[in-house]
Structure formats: structure tokens, C-alpha cells
């Protein structure tokens, strides 16, 4: 059974930073697509940020501020999110798929505010 588990969310001034982490179990780490996404409240659920295979692509609303990386030795995938605006306030969710099969993490809140 594969899971995901979050964290590193919470609050944070507008121009701060924050790290969100997702350690992965119960499939075969390094064949997987990684992702982050986000979902604001009253919107659709976004791609921030996708890894796969040494390649990452990123939402432009985040480029140059976000970096995913990912650990195949640890089952991990991390978001550093660097100059945070209040419009990136949202629940993020990791997202892992292996072939046709996807998962997602419970999500994390972000807030970004003064």
C-alpha cells in the first residue's frame, strides 16, 4: 500500500521561505513521477512543480522561486518554496504515480500572510 506523508507547512511573512517535505512508502521510489501540487480555496487544484527522471518543470507563477528536488535513497520528494507571496497560500499535496497509478498526500497548509 503506498503512502504519502506531508509536512513542513505553516505560516509565513510575505518574502519568507518555507521546505515541505514527502516521504514515500510502499512502491518502488525511484520509477515514480514526483509532483507538487496546490489548491487555493475556490480554485482548481494546480501543478506547482513535477521531477522525474533528473528532468523538473515548474508553474511559471513559481519559477525562480521554487525548487523540487527528490532523494531515491530516502523515498523523498521536497519543495523549497524561497520568496513567498501571499498568492501562494494553499493547501500542497504530493502527488507520486508509478505507470498508470497515482496517489496523492493528505496535504499540507501553506499561508503566507503579515
Known amino acids: 500500500q503506498v503512502q504519502l506523508v506531508e509536512s513542513g507547512g505553516g505560516l509565513v511573512q510575505p518574502g519568507g521561505s518555507l521546505r515541505l517535505s514527502c516521504a514515500a512508502s510502499g512502491t518502488i521510489f525511484r520509477l515514480a513521477i514526483m509532483a507538487w501540487y496546490r489548491q487555493a480555496p475556490g480554485k482548481e487544484r494546480e501543478l506547482v512543480a513535477r521531477?522525474?527522471?533528473?528532468?523538473?518543470n515548474y508553474a511559471d507563477s513559481v519559477k525562480g522561486r521554487f525548487t523540487i528536488s527528490r532523494d531515491n535513497a530516502r523515498n523523498t520528494v521536497s519543495l523549497q518554496m524561497n520568496s513567498l507571496k501571499p498568492e501562494d497560500t494553499a493547501v500542497y499535496y504530493c502527488?507520486?504515480?508509478?505507470?498508470?497509478?497515482?496517489?496523492w498526500g493528505q496535504g499540507t497548509q501553506v499561508t503566507v500572510s503579515s
Open positions: 502527488y507520486l504515480q508509478v505507470a498508470s497509478n497515482v496517489y
Open positions: 521531477i522525474f527522471s533528473g528532468t523538473s
